[in-house]
């Protein structure tokens, strides 16, 4: 039976079922390689991403080869005396400091002085430059330009180690670490137990940790999280009591503790460091209102550094700042009196 003329010539049935399978095949052949050329496709794709997080990974690498080492922790031909600071004076002169080359300046040439024995605050709106003045006092960050003098010496031209030892800091989130009471307080095992203890009982710790069965040797989870925050807080001013520096730094210290704590740690702060210089970094003015002297900062610049009386008896930015503050505090109970 004739079914098909091709070209004049006439293709019976089982040529033409010939023609279907090879047909076929090809369409089978082309089905098989394009899964294949997908498989390939997907493992050219995966392989680009894997190369790509490694070439970051590579480029991290190299910027952390190009970070400029911290300063050495000791200058052996310029070490301080054992009992420097002697008096606890500070002296900033024409201090600039910023975090990057080019980026911008964020203290803009700040001189002034803390006297010896003076209670000092910092106030200023969010990015005034607050922080980035204690980072420098510790030299977390280095000056652009400028010195800061701690009893006439440059604390740049010392080692860190010899530094921070001499400093003391009550941060505003308390650390603490995994172990025990007595290494909280006492990490290097400076101090004997009759000195923690004496500073437990000024820090009004020492009724608590008496009560456990362990006492010193009693535990701390990490973060010290089976303690309360202002527990922690009471912690942190333990290790200052031990240490009694002639310079502490109250870096926020009683913005995220009850009012209760905050009175306990500001009457033994009075009581204790009456001698010492105490710089208080504060958000809420009244914890500063009772220091010796105020210190105003706006964008990085020193606008106003003199006595909190003397500053509220003005148009000053400081009493601005404390109408702010009472003025939010009222709003915010009429707000919560009138949701009951």
């Known amino acids: 039976e004739v079914y098909k003329t091709i070209n004049g010539h006439t293709l019976e049935g089982k040529e033409i079922t010939d023609i279907l399978f090879n047909f076929l095949g090809l369409v089978g052949l082309s089905l098989s390689y394009a899964l294949a050329l997908t498989g390939t496709h997907v493992f050219m794709t995966r392989w680009y991403c894997n190369l790509a997080n490694y070439m970051i990974s590579v480029e991290r690498i190299k910027q952390f080869m190009q970070i400029e080492p911290e300063p050495p922790a000791i200058v052996d031909g310029n070490r301080p005396a054992s009992s420097w600071p002697y008096k606890g004076r500070i002296e900033l002169q024409h201090l600039k400091i910023r975090y990057r080359p080019n980026a911008p300046l964020v203290l803009k040439g700040i001189t002034c002085t803390f006297k010896e024995g003076t209670r000092i605050g910092v106030v200023g709106r969010t990015g005034s430059g607050k922080t980035t003045l204690i980072s420098a006092l510790f030299r977390l960050v280095e000056p652009e330009s400028g010195r800061i003098l701690i009893d006439g010496l440059d604390i740049c031209s010392i080692g860190l180690k010899d530094l921070r030892t001499k400093l003391s800091i009550i941060p505003q989130e308390p650390t603490l670490f995994k172990g025990s009471v007595r290494t909280n307080l006492d990490p290097l095992g400076f101090y004997s137990d009759q000195e923690i203890w004496e500073a437990l009982e000024k820090c009004q710790l020492k009724a608590t940790i008496s009560n456990l069965p362990n006492q010193l040797d009693s535990s701390v989870s990490d973060e010290g999280q089976n303690w309360s925050a202002g527990q922690r807080q009471l912690f942190c001013l333990g290790r200052v009591l031990l240490k009694r520096n002639r310079i502490l730094v109250l870096d926020e ?32 003015v009244p914890t500063v209102i009772d220091s010796g002297m105020v210190m105003v900062l706006s964008f990085g610049n020193l606008i106003e550094y003199d006595e909190p009386a003397k500053l509220m008896q003005t148009d000053s930015a400081f009493a601005k700042l404390v109408a702010e503050y009472w003025s939010s505090c009222t709003s915010n109970s009429s707000q919560k009196l009138n949701h009951y």
């Open 253 to 284: 210290a009683t913005a995220s503790i009850d009012s209760t704590t905050d009175a306990i740690v500001q009457k033994i702060i009075r009581e204790e460091f009456l001698q010492c210089t105490v710089i208080t970094v504060a958000h809420r």
